[in-house]
């Protein structure tokens, strides 16, 4: 029998390739949600019997309700949220308006029955790194942007609720993650997309701020394995690669395998929301992947291939 998952941020870039995945293994009936603040609908699988869309916005209890009581499913992605760093600074008070978001999808998931809710949390829950690289057992909690405290106050959420209420839980802390699905919004579909046109590519400060970047494969295999053979129960796992570039460094290499003209620009550094470092402890994640991460090359190279951006 098909067991029943509700995606929530199905149109965007993870959620979407989630829900690709999931209903096209002919193991799972999915249900995807988005309200397209940041989604789009070009992403979503075709409707078909293993995949359901309704447009629908998770911080609306009303909305969400009648979702989650007619379907009764056995599994929630809660990936839906305001993101990209200028858009969550630009709209702090909507930002904070998805904690109503994760109590609605916690309410609903321990009253029908939800076998375990899948939270996307983010790298931004550790603010400003006091340790490298960043381990899950340590959060700081010394960010004061809205976005990380919400993702924060989600986590904790999920906590309680296990604790409160035996409803089991995986956090997921992603770190950027990229791939075909990706908005412009973010560094490595923008950058890709400037040096496709061959416009020039402009970076905050001097560009020295280093990230880590996650093909969007190795983010839905591990999230597979977790799913399927009960990994990461009532824990927090890092999802994305170890691999340190600079953005300067990122801009210069996607140039290079673009053979692209575009040439690199300065702005004044963001005054805030743009940490120095990120770089995960991913000790967990390679535990269950069990092969080796895709590289920074092969990833950009088959985004290209792919790209719906």
Not at 96 to 101: K, T, V
Not at 134 to 150: G, H, I, K, M
Not at 255 to 265: A, D, E, L
Request: hydrophobic residues 35%; contains cysteine.
């Amino acid at each position: 029998m098909m067991r029943k998952v509700l995606i929530t941020g199905a149109a965007g870039n993870i959620g979407s390739a989630l829900a690709h995945k999931l209903s096209s293994s002919g193991k799972y009936r999915v249900t995807g949600v988005d309200n397209f603040l940041t989604g789009s609908a070009h992403k979503l699988p075709a409707l078909s019997s293993s995949f359901h869309f309704i447009k629908a916005d998770v911080n609306n209890f009303n909305d969400i309700s009648s979702i989650m009581t007619a379907h009764q499913f056995d599994y929630v992605f809660h990936y839906a949220a305001v993101v990209g760093v200028q858009r969550t600074l630009d709209n702090p008070i909507k930002v904070l308006e998805d904690i109503q978001g994760i109590k609605n999808i916690l309410d609903l998931s321990k009253n029908t029955g939800v076998k375990r809710v899948f939270y996307s949390s983010s790298s931004e829950v550790y603010g400003e790194p006091v340790e490298f690289p960043q381990n899950e057992a340590t959060t700081p909690l010394n960010s004061r942007l809205p976005y990380a405290v919400v993702k924060n106050v989600g986590e904790s959420f999920l906590r309680s609720y296990q604790k409160e209420y035996g409803l089991p839980y995986t956090i997921f802390r992603f770190f950027n993650t990229y791939g075909p699905r990706q908005s412009e919004d973010f560094v490595v579909a923008k950058f890709l997309k400037l040096a496709l046109d061959n416009k020039p590519i402009t970076l905050y400060g001097e560009g020295k701020q280093t990230r880590t970047f996650c093909f969007i494969e190795d983010n839905l295999e591990t999230t597979w394995s977790c799913l399927e053979n009960n990994h990461c129960v009532n824990d927090v796992m890092n999802l994305g690669n170890d691999n340190e570039i600079s953005i300067k460094e990122l801009a210069e290499k996607i140039i290079s395998i673009t053979n692209s003209k575009s040439t690199i620009t300065h702005l004044p550094a963001l005054a805030e929301g743009d940490m120095t470092r990120r770089k995960p402890d991913i000790a967990k994640m390679k535990a269950i992947i069990n092969r080796p991460l895709t590289t920074l090359e092969e990833g950009i190279r088959l985004t290209i291939q792919q790209r719906m951006f």
